[in-house]
Structures are given as structure tokens and as C-alpha cells.
């Protein structure tokens, strides 16, 4: 039997609920200045930011809309004169505290974004992400060990793919991280935008970006785990992570997988 699902949010984060500030970017500003936000957020306390028009939350935009954006368009103008609101997810999630832990999961899998933000004592919202699930892994806790998780198959990526090849294969299979074949070491969409941030100024420079092979990247590498650790273990591991991401043999996880884990029927 699960013994969060039906949990409110209150009850399953109850010290930490309104913790998490939203980070907001406005419908007006340009998507190269959301990209340059992103690599300070992404996969860290709030994963997307939060569009507003009027101090009002009325989408969200991330890593997606940057790298969906410069595949569609490799030049600086783009990012510089596409405004936020034209490229922004209008799904945003907005739950309550009283909300079932269920029912924010239901909205996650439905809007394939592990992203909501929650109105806070302060009259303003307060970010709920993937990431800040793992507390609640860490709160209660669960014998269930990670061999539970289902495994998926690992989407890899070659040292001599291409930019271009390494977003498209993301967009492909839905997915935010790519495995280096044969090793533990990750790219994801963090890494990629903060390179194209910091190093290649939004494409300012003009330099074929998309072109580039993958070694130009500095790659993450997962932690090795062995398969017999708790949910809580893993998650108290994971937390500890600048960009959580496990490995047990042929088996990666992610924070969203710790979402789904803790949502399933698979847990004592």
C-alpha cells in the first residue's frame, strides 16, 4: 500500500513546502535572456522560470524552448528578438497545498514537465520541481529498494555526434540527459546552454554552434550505486548531487523517476 499518494503536498513536504522561490522572467523579455537565467536553475532549485505578464504567472519557459529555439533558428537574432511569451509552455501547473501528492504527479505526467508552483503565504507562488520530491523520499521512510525502479532503456550519445545531433536525439526520445557510450558520464540540457551562454554569448559571435562535436562539452558523471539501497538512501544521495543522476548497472535514474517510484504501488 502507498503511503504518500494520497498525502496532501502539506503533508508530504510539511517544512519545506513554500521553501522553493519561483524565479520569473516576463512575457517581454527576450529568450537570450531566459537562456541566460537557465544555467543557474536548471536542475538546482526551480528547473523552469516562471512567465508573467502583469506580476502574473501565465506560463513557463526552460530548456526546451531554448534548444527547440536555436535548432529551429542558430543566430543571435533570434534569441535576442524572440520575445518570451511567443515561445513560452502555456501549461503550467498552479496546485494548492491541500492538493493529493497524486494529483500533482497526474498533472506532471500529463504536461511531461515535472514543474508547478504553489501560491504562498506571502501572496506570491512558491516552486515545487522533481528535485524537491527527493525531500519527500528523505521525510518518510521507504524500504523499497531501487531494483523497484523500472528499467529503461539508456539513451546514449557518441563522442563525435554533433551539437545539433546531441538536441535532436534529446527532442527524440524525450529526455533531458544523453549517456556518453560505454562510460557514466551525462550531458544535459544544463550543460549545453550554459556553454552556448557563457562561451558562445548567445551566438553573438556567430560560430556554428550546432556544429561542434560534443567534446567542447564538460560532461557530468552519474554516481554508481549498488541496486540493494533504499528509495531513502538514494534519495538523501541524490540530493547531495549538483545534478542528481544515478547509475546501478545497466539502469539510470532520475529525479523523475524517484517522482514516479514514490507515486506507484511499488513502495512500502
Given at each position: 500500500?502507498n503511503?504518500?499518494?494520497?498525502?496532501?503536498?502539506?503533508?508530504?513536504?510539511?517544512?519545506?513546502?513554500?521553501?522553493?522561490?519561483?524565479?520569473?522572467?516576463?512575457?517581454?523579455?527576450?529568450?537570450?535572456?531566459?537562456?541566460?537565467?537557465?544555467?543557474?536553475?536548471?536542475?538546482?532549485?526551480?528547473?523552469?522560470?516562471?512567465?508573467?505578464?502583469?506580476?502574473k504567472?501565465?506560463?513557463?519557459?526552460?530548456?526546451?524552448?531554448?534548444?527547440?529555439?536555436?535548432?529551429?533558428?542558430?543566430?543571435?537574432?533570434?534569441?535576442?528578438?524572440?520575445?518570451?511569451?511567443?515561445?513560452?509552455?502555456?501549461?503550467?501547473?498552479?496546485?494548492?497545498?491541500?492538493?493529493?501528492?497524486?494529483?500533482?504527479?497526474?498533472?506532471?505526467?500529463?504536461?511531461?514537465?515535472?514543474?508547478?508552483?504553489?501560491?504562498n503565504?506571502?501572496?506570491?507562488?512558491?516552486?515545487?520541481?522533481?528535485?524537491?520530491?527527493l525531500e519527500?523520499?528523505?521525510?518518510?521512510?521507504?524500504?523499497?529498494?531501487?531494483?523497484?525502479?523500472?528499467?529503461?532503456?539508456?539513451?546514449?550519445?557518441h563522442?563525435?555526434?554533433?551539437?545539433?545531433?546531441?538536441?535532436?536525439?534529446?527532442?527524440?526520445?524525450?529526455?533531458?540527459?544523453?549517456?556518453?557510450?560505454?562510460?557514466?558520464?551525462?550531458i544535459?540540457?544544463?550543460?549545453?546552454?550554459?556553454?552556448?551562454?557563457?562561451?558562445?554569448?548567445?551566438?553573438?559571435?556567430?560560430?556554428?554552434?550546432?556544429?561542434?562535436?560534443?567534446?567542447?562539452?564538460?560532461?557530468?558523471?552519474?554516481?554508481?550505486?549498488?541496486?540493494?539501497?533504499?528509495?531513502?538512501?538514494?534519495?538523501?544521495?541524490?540530493?547531495?548531487?549538483?545534478?542528481?543522476?544515478?547509475?546501478?548497472?545497466?539502469?539510470?535514474?532520475?529525479?523523475?523517476?524517484?517522482?514516479?517510484?514514490?507515486?506507484?504501488?511499488?513502495?512500502?
Open positions: 500500500m503511503i504518500l499518494r494520497d498525502k496532501s503536498l502539506e503533508e508530504v513536504l510539511p517544512e519545506s513546502i513554500f521553501s522553493t522561490p519561483v524565479v520569473s522572467i516576463r512575457v517581454e523579455d527576450t529568450l537570450g535572456e531566459a537562456a541566460t537565467l537557465l544555467p543557474h536553475h536548471l536542475e538546482t532549485l526551480t528547473d523552469s522560470l516562471v512567465v508573467t505578464s502583469n506580476d504567472p501565465v506560463g513557463i519557459v526552460g530548456g526546451i524552448e531554448v534548444l527547440e529555439g536555436i535548432l529551429e533558428n542558430q543566430t543571435s537574432e533570434f534569441l535576442d528578438k524572440t520575445k518570451i511569451g511567443d515561445v513560452m509552455s502555456k501549461n503550467l501547473v498552479i496546485m494548492n497545498s491541500k492538493n493529493k501528492f497524486s494529483e500533482l504527479v497526474n498533472q506532471w505526467l500529463e504536461t511531461r514537465r515535472a514543474f508547478a508552483i504553489i501560491p503565504q506571502y501572496k506570491g507562488y512558491s516552486v515545487i520541481s522533481a528535485r524537491k520530491i519527500v523520499g528523505t521525510s518518510f521512510k521507504i524500504n523499497t529498494t531501487v531494483s523497484a525502479i523500472p528499467t529503461k532503456k539508456i539513451i546514449t550519445f563522442k563525435n555526434d554533433t551539437v545539433r545531433q546531441i538536441i535532436q536525439r534529446m527532442f527524440e526520445y524525450d529526455t533531458r540527459k544523453l549517456v556518453l557510450e560505454g562510460t557514466s558520464f551525462y544535459n540540457d544544463r550543460i549545453i546552454i550554459q556553454k552556448l551562454v557563457r562561451e558562445f554569448n548567445c551566438l553573438r559571435d556567430e560560430q556554428d554552434f550546432l556544429g561542434m562535436k560534443s567534446d567542447i562539452f564538460s560532461l557530468e558523471e552519474a554516481k554508481n550505486v549498488p541496486g540493494n539501497i533504499t528509495i531513502t538512501e538514494a534519495c538523501k544521495i541524490m540530493q547531495d548531487m549538483k545534478s542528481p543522476y544515478l547509475r546501478i548497472n545497466d539502469k539510470v535514474i532520475s529525479p523523475w523517476d524517484m517522482v514516479l517510484i514514490l507515486n506507484s504501488d511499488n513502495l512500502s
